[in-house]
């Protein structure tokens, strides 16, 4: 049996979203064109897929719901703030200006943004 991992994000607006992950996301951490059904949109990422449903009245979480790996953090961070996107910055943690947070081992550099639904999203170098 083939198995392929499909993530499953909860959206308020899905033509916004749709917009948000193909346009914003899709150049800068590899989302493949969108096929489009009647009950979501789903986005080919490497070896998955990221699935877009709507639900008009959810309420995101404060928890991330989706992550990359990436081979360099600092090109992802200015491409997505080139992009539009806010990098965010948690009190306390010393994160550099870019966003990016060096984990206390040094052995991953982390930043975290909201996508147009407010799902907190977070993508991580590792080494």
């Known amino acids: 049996m083939t198995t392929r991992l499909m993530a499953m994000i909860c959206v308020a607006d899905r033509l916004r979203a749709r917009a948000f992950y193909g346009d914003v996301l899709g150049p800068v951490l590899g989302l493949e064109p969108v096929q489009v059904d009647h009950f979501g949109d789903q986005f080919a990422c ?3 897929w990221i699935r877009l449903t ?3 009245d959810v309420l995101p979480g404060p928890h991330p719901v989706l992550g990359w790996q990436v081979d360099d953090a600092a ?3 200015a491409a997505l703030t080139a992009s539009g996107v806010t990098m965010i910055i948690y009190s306390g943690m010393g994160q550099g200006a870019d966003g990016l947070w060096l984990s206390p081992d040094g052995q991953a550099w982390i930043g975290w943004f909201n996508d ?3 799902n907190l999203l977070s993508f ?3 080494g």
């Open 54 to 56: 709507e639900l008009p």
């Open 46 to 48: 490497g070896d998955g």
């Open 124 to 126: 991580t170098q590792m």
């Open 116 to 118: 147009s639904e407010g």
């Open 75 to 77: 090109r992802c961070a």
